[in-house]
């Protein structure tokens, strides 16, 4: 404990006035001296050792500011906190004997006291900020990563093979002014048949070619993505100009060439006049040349009977094997099929609502059937095959 000059000065003028205080006391000189002189050693007592106190904290002060400063740890700060503001702390004490005082000489006191301790609270915050500041700035330092370093691979996904050759599709037809239409996956069978012109009586109808949904007789899985086009024809004013893509399902058993859910290519031009089977065989030459990354394609008609058509034919183009794969190509040696097409038989059109004259060409492509051909894939189960290789290996030609 440091004390001041006026320290001892305060002391000794207490000490002083005691000693006479007793003289008069023992002499009588003064009546009920003795009661007073209690109360009178017990209020300077308090006073003196306040204002002792009190000294000591402002010349300490700087002492103390200094400690603050040269803490070097978040712990050594914490000390010099707890001995100076803990509960047994030079000002925490300092502030108990304050409460001894008179109210006259506390409120002079008190202040100087608050003074001091608001100046040890701040520098004791802003040394703990610094304190943690240098610790971030030192942890940074050491853990610095190197930019120039090689990067390390991982594992990336990428676009199943189906959905590469969909959206090739797509922004093709798109680029052309063409819609790009779906519907519902279980359809009503007046879309499905009825207005394909598709009779009750015709197999595909049949529970052993077709899905139908339970307790809704009306209901199933469509066949075919050329429901679209009846929504399209009832729904959007002439011309027409658009494809239909997505999944369709059949009861077929799963094998090599057959699958009971597969995607289906569908596209539809209708105008009131002018739409001939010129122009189906340049859509079809185009739409090839395009999938199979080909300048040049040669594609034939053959005859054939869909009830949504008149005429009807299936589609065939040149190819030729190399190296035990298939290559569509224009100097092929012989024929493959792809899908089936023709003009839009008017009992569709009528179906649908649709007076006057009308003309138009639909067509319609098995896109895994289409994939195979074009990868070489020759089970058409590897393409829904969960092996990582595979779809890796596909996922990187995208």
Not at 80 to 100: D, M, Q, V, Y
Not at 303 to 317: I, Q
Request: glycine share 8%.
């Amino acid at each position: 404990m440091f004390w001041g000059s006026g320290c001892w000065f305060c002391a000794q003028i207490a000490q002083s006035v005691e000693q006479e205080t007793e003289n008069l006391c023992v002499a009588g000189s003064i009546p009920a001296l003795g009661t007073m002189c209690f109360f009178l050693r017990f209020s300077l007592s308090s006073f003196v050792r306040c204002v002792a106190m009190s000294e000591e904290l402002e010349n300490n002060l700087d002492h103390w500011m200094e400690t603050i400063a040269e803490a070097s740890s978040i712990s050594e700060l914490e000390k010099t906190k707890a001995s100076l503001l803990g509960r047994s702390g030079i000002i925490t004490t300092a502030f108990k004997e304050l409460a001894k005082l008179p109210i006259e000489e506390k409120k002079n006191l008190g202040e100087k006291l608050n003074n001091v301790k608001l100046a040890v609270e701040e520098a004791i915050e802003n040394r703990l900020s610094k304190i943690k500041e240098s610790i971030i700035s030192d942890k940074l330092k050491s853990e610095t990563l190197d930019i120039t370093l090689p990067c390390i691979s991982g594992s990336f996904g990428g676009s199943h093979i189906l959905t590469q050759e969909m959206r090739k599709v797509r922004d093709y037809y798109h680029s052309k002014g063409f819609l790009v239409l779906d519907g519902p996956e279980i359809e009503k069978d007046f879309f499905n048949f009825d207005a394909l012109n598709i009779p009750k009586h015709h197999p595909a109808r049949q529970s052993h070619d077709t899905f139908y949904v339970d307790d809704f007789d009306e209901m199933l899985l469509r066949t075919h993505t050329t429901c679209v086009q009846v929504r399209a024809l009832m729904n959007t004013g002439f011309p027409v100009r658009m494809i239909s893509m997505g999944k369709t399902y059949r009861n077929d058993k799963l094998d090599a060439t057959h699958s009971p859910m597969f995607h289906q290519v569908d596209g539809l031009v209708v105008d009131r006049c002018g739409i001939t089977m010129g122009h189906l065989k340049n859509e079809l030459k185009k739409f090839i040349s395009m999938f199979f990354e080909v300048d040049d394609v040669e594609i034939r008609f053959r005859p054939s009977y869909f009830p949504f058509t008149e005429p009807g034919v299936e589609v065939d183009c040149r190819y030729k094997k190399e190296g035990g794969k298939l290559r569509i190509t224009k100097d092929g040696d012989d024929w493959l099929e792809l899908g089936g097409a023709g003009m839009v038989h008017p009992n569709v059109f009528k179906n649908c609502g649709i007076e006057g004259t009308a003309q138009g060409f639909a067509f319609g492509l098995g896109l895994e059937r289409l994939i195979m051909l074009k990868t070489g894939i020759s089970d058409i189960r590897n393409i829904y095959d969960t092996d990582v290789r595979w779809l890796r290996y596909f996922s990187s030609l995208a």
